[in-house]
């Protein structure tokens, strides 16, 4: 365990308010669990979720090795696609992760919408709950809390799976049946990386469905059912389908025009750039019941390098040709 020192800096609801907001990389049902387990203590005292820390008192709380990590707003160029005074939805840009990955200092999304929420929204606030993550390189709709109690509501709602997620994934090979369930329970492996074990591992289920087919190629949408780490991918990669670009779990490293175009031609003087560098996953919709009872959904648009890969299959590996 480490034991991370904090002095409070304002007036706060509570304990947790207090620890999520200087934490916020700490998922708020983690913080929960810690704190009533007596992981914190105020002034030297151990206090639970009812505890309210006063501005200067001196905050000590016991995690599991987890690095301390200050956030600064910072600049980060993404599209929101819902906003009010308690909740954001933002299409998440490729290439930044939520989080810092362990051992660096990468700015990170949780800059970018600390300094949306205090210098650019129209419903300014100080602070943000991240409540879901996105890998690194998955794009698509994240959605975060701006208050506490928006926050135990949109967290709540993960937990009771009331929330209803759905992916595009570009995946190799040609997917046989239109549509089928992946049921295969997910289990920690090592240095991040997930694996599929039916005894050990914790349930987890999809259901998939074909939307575009090509050669060698199959676009589908993916809704989980449950929320494991890594699960659209592993499970794709567990029915023989990873995704096109997925070098964790069986896909390759980038997608080239060569493997798609018949005919093409390399030029010898200098390299041929990837077509796709990253994974080919997007988080396309979120659907959910706000706590004022508005249900809200959540469309992105697809970005431009994954429009432009979709472009050159349906040029050159249409399934008529």
Request: with cysteine; aromatic share 6%; glycine share 8%.
């Amino acid at each position: 365990m480490a034991l991370i020192e904090l002095e409070v800096d304002d007036a706060y609801e509570g304990i947790i308010e207090f620890l999520a907001t200087a934490l916020p990389s700490l998922p708020l049902t983690r913080i929960r669990r810690l704190v009533a387990h007596g992981h914190a203590t105020v002034g030297g005292r151990r206090v639970d979720h009812r505890c309210v820390p006063q501005p200067g008192q001196a905050v000590a709380f016991e995690v599991p090795d987890t690095p301390i990590v200050r956030y600064e707003p910072a600049r980060l160029d993404f599209d929101v696609l819902y906003e009010d005074a308690h909740v954001l939805a933002i299409n998440k840009p490729a290439g930044v992760g939520v989080i810092p990955a362990p051992g660096t200092l990468d700015a990170t999304l949780i800059n970018g919408l600390l300094w949306h929420v205090q210098r650019e929204s129209p419903w300014p606030c100080r602070r943000v709950f991240v409540i879901h993550r996105l890998d690194r390189d998955t794009t698509g709709v994240l959605l975060v809390g701006k208050d506490l109690p928006a926050a135990r509501h949109l967290s709540a709602a993960f937990e009771q799976r009331r929330v209803a997620k759905q992916y595009l994934a570009l995946v190799r090979g040609e997917v046989g049946e239109e549509e089928g369930e992946m049921d295969m329970p997910i289990a920690a492996a090592s240095r991040g990386k997930m694996r599929l074990r039916r005894r050990e591992g914790r349930p987890a289920k999809s259901h998939y469905r074909v939307r575009e087919r090509f050669r060698g190629f199959t676009l589908v949408e993916v809704r989980p059912l449950t929320g494991r780490q890594h699960q659209v991918r592993l499970h794709l990669a567990g029915i023989g389908h990873p995704l096109a670009v997925d070098p964790l779990y069986g896909g390759a490293a980038a997608l080239f025009l060569s493997e798609i175009k018949p005919g093409y031609r390399r030029k010898e003087d200098r390299p041929e750039p990837p077509l796709m560098p990253r994974l080919s996953l997007h988080a396309s919709r979120l659907e959910l019941v706000l706590a004022d009872e508005t249900p809200l959904v959540v469309e992105a648009p697809l970005p431009a390098d994954f429009e432009r890969l979709l472009r050159a299959l349906r040029k050159y590996a249409a399934r008529w040709r």
